[in-house]
């Protein structure tokens, strides 16, 4: 049966006074799972799943400034996503790619990419490209949008761009490996400057991370949600945050 929408509205406000005054995430990483099984479930396309979801980050992204976050990651595509039928991807990559540039049209948000646009097709990575090229200037919210990521290879990219930069200074290989440091690979990795995510939250029901910023996440909280993303709701969100608000946060010590 069905639950009615003002037991909905009636519970968020609920959950909204419960979060008054705690500790909240700063940054926020979220992993949309869901969108095939969801499309399976109800007999349609994987096509439709997909732009289901795609027309639901808008709004969750709306709730995440609604309570004061400040960084939002979003993956949208991992490399292992790349390997998929040609049918079913290519209307993927247009999902996507319309989906950051509606994004950057909204102009509400300062747009970052994570991830390879190199693997790709060239129209595809020259449009999500040019979209994040024009929030540069936004303030406000920053939106991560990770599309063609890998968690291990953002990790080597860090270490061979690292190892670049040492060479060009004229280092040899024997100075790196005596100097290199955990900072020197935070300093090249895709959030580079930002703080690491407080919360990840996947939702679907899978419990793994899938290798989801496998650097930034020594001390992130995770939170698993069964819902699958289209049907995610803003009472998923703030429980989620109730549940991050609840916990002692220890970080290693």
């Not at 440091?181 to 793994?208: C, F, M, N, V, W």
Request: aromatic share 8%.
């Amino acid at each position: 049966m069905r639950v009615p929408d003002f037991l909905y509205t009636f519970y968020e406000r609920n959950l909204l006074k419960q979060l008054a005054g705690r500790d909240l995430p700063q940054h926020i990483g979220i992993i949309l799972d869901g969108n095939r099984r969801w499309a399976k479930e109800i007999g349609v396309k994987a096509s439709a799943g997909h732009r289901k979801g795609a027309n639901h980050v808008h709004e969750v992204l709306q709730w995440c400034e609604e309570t004061g976050i400040e960084i939002v990651t979003l993956w949208m595509l991992s490399t292992e996503n790349l390997t998929r039928a040609a049918s079913e991807l290519n209307e993927l990559l247009d999902i996507i790619a319309r989906l950051v540039e509606s994004l950057a049209a909204s102009k509400r948000w300062q747009l970052n990419v994570m991830g390879e646009l190199s693997l790709l097709p060239t129209d595809i990575a020259k449009r999500i490209s040019l979209a994040i090229q024009s929030t540069e200037k936004l303030t406000g919210m920053t939106v991560n949008v990770a599309i063609g990521y890998g968690g291990r290879q953002e990790i080597a990219g860090a270490v061979q761009s690292y190892l670049q930069e040492r060479s060009l200074a004229g280092d040899t290989l024997a100075q790196v490996a005596k100097s290199v440091s955990i900072d020197d690979i935070t300093a090249h990795i895709y959030t580079k400057g930002q703080p690491d995510p407080d919360l990840i939250i996947r939702t679907s029901g899978e419990q793994r991370m899938s290798g989801f910023m496998l650097w930034q996440t020594v001390h992130t909280e995770f939170y698993f949600c069964e819902t699958y993303w289209p049907d995610f709701r803003r009472t998923d969100f703030l429980r989620a945050l109730r549940d991050y608000s609840l916990r002692e946060r220890r970080r290693g010590k």
